[in-house]
């Protein structure tokens, strides 16, 4: 098939080198402008970051972007039913550093998450979504200032994997009679319209993810890494998580058990500890400080990222990576999804996608232009010229359009530079 990416004339790859990115001053970078919102939310966010750039070093360096394509407009791009085309994985296993803005997933029946394939199929393991309140954003909670955490979320594995099987599908007739007959499974109902998935959890998928997020605190100077599981319930997976994450913890980090286990203190003082998911989710609102780096599995991670983002002020202002530490591999996008009913309207909140691209910024380590981006984004939202979604609980505000919040994001940078 015709190759549909128009590769820059100018730029050239992010490569690797050891354990460490080489980024080149005008790197290449390939991204997916997303459905739904994805498409306002782009556009408004690709002049941001350019403008931080910019104004950063002054032309010196500049992403030279590369559309590739996924979701819909994959479709309309190659003119058929092709979601993930294979250039499009292709080209974010070359040119290692990529973005994204959301892509649609249809409930029940339907195409399969192309979000999650490509995680899969680049092998981006941590999923690491910061949350962090930006002064001012209209919360539900009493002191949002209290909540700074940052979740990594195991990104491969889990039940979020798809391994399903349908109700009334030879397949599904198959594992039902494998798990009654071959493994004595018969104390449960298991009435023929039931439909059955598969939660696949590894020492190796825990162990990288959590070493990733103990890494991450001890680079970042944090205090604690919390390994969030229902291993009372799911014991074989999310206690092991647990087990393993401390096992990991002690081998690999040095922890000493405090007064008996299982808690652990490794030698820099960072706490390792875990706790139980419904319990998390109580005390993330009555004691947000008890929390700092968060470690958990896939599901898990799904649901607290968004139930975090909340507390401080929504997904509207929620990013994310999704990253291989080992391969350099990474795709940064929002926590959100393309909330379609807002489509084309130029009303969204383009933050999530805007700080996504300033973790990117980062990770390129060009953190002037992401210190720009977050003072500048700070300024903006001091001023009270926001989106619907904050606007509509924020006392005294000027709701602007994307575009507009975007311009101010911009204009403010001379200002706080
Ligand atoms: N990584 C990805 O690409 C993801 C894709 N999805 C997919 O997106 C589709 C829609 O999912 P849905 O469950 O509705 O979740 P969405 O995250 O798309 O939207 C849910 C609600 O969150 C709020 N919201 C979302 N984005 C923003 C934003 N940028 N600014 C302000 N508010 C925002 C809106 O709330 P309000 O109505 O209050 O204004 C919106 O109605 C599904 O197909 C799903 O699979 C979902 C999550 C991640
Ligand atoms: O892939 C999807 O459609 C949903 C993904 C999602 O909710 C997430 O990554 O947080
Ligand atoms: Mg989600």
Not at 42 to 70: F, H, N, P, Q, T
Request: net charge negative.
């Amino acid at each position: 098939m015709e190759s549909k990416i128009k590769v820059p004339g100018q730029g050239e790859k992010i490569t690797m080198q050891g354990e460490t990115l080489n980024v080149p001053s005008h790197p290449i970078i390939p991204f997916v402008e997303g459905d739904g919102t994805g498409r306002d939310i782009w556009r408004a966010s690709v002049r941001v970051l350019d403008a931080a750039v910019e104004k950063a070093y002054g032309g010196e360096k500049k992403i030279e972007w590369m559309e590739v394509y996924a979701g819909e407009k994959a479709n309309e791009v190659y003119g058929e039913a092709i979601w993930l085309p294979d250039e499009t994985v292709q080209a974010f296993k070359d040119y290692l550093v990529g973005i994204k803005g959301p892509l649609t997933t249809p409930v029940g029946g339907g195409i399969r998450s192309i979000n999650v394939a490509l995680r899969q199929e680049l092998d981006l393991y941590a999923c690491v979504r910061p949350v962090q309140y930006f002064q001012g954003v209209p919360s539900p909670v009493k002191r949002p200032e209290d909540i700074d955490m940052v979740i990594f979320r195991e990104n491969t594995e889990d039940i979020y994997a798809g391994i399903e099987f349908k109700d009334g599908t030879p397949e599904r007739d198959r594992l039902r009679d494998f798990l009654m007959n071959e493994l004595g499974v018969n104390k449960i109902r298991f009435p023929d319209t039931t439909g059955l998935g598969v939660k696949t959890v590894s020492k190796e998928g825990t162990e990288r993810l959590v070493r990733a997020a103990i890494q991450y605190a001890i680079d970042n100077g944090r205090k604690s890494v919390a390994l969030v599981h229902k291993g009372n319930i799911m014991k074989f997976t999310e206690g092991s998580f647990r087990d393993w994450g401390y096992d990991l913890a002690k081998r690999e980090f040095g922890g000493k058990e405090i007064d008996g286990g299982p808690w652990l203190e490794l030698p820099n003082g960072i706490v390792i500890k875990d706790v139980i998911a419904d319990n998390f989710l109580q005390q993330i609102l009555l004691r947000p400080t008890d929390y700092d780096v968060v470690a958990t599995l896939n599901l898990n991670g799904d649901y607290l990222s968004d139930a975090l983002a909340a507390q401080v002020g929504g997904i509207g202002i929620a990013p994310g990576a999704n990253i291989n530490y080992k391969t350099g591999h990474a795709i940064f996008e929002a926590t959100h999804g393309t909330a379609p009913k807002y489509a084309d309207k130029d009303v969204i909140n383009p933050s999530s996608v805007i700080l996504s691209g300033e973790m990117m910024l980062r990770h390129l380590g060009w953190n002037e232009a992401a210190d720009l981006i977050l003072k500048a984004l700070d300024k903006t939202i001091q001023d009270k010229t926001v989106t619907y979604d904050f606007a509509r609980d924020m006392e005294g505000a000027t709701q602007v359009k994307t575009s507009e919040f975007a311009d101010n994001i911009i204009a403010n940078m001379d200002s706080v530079k």
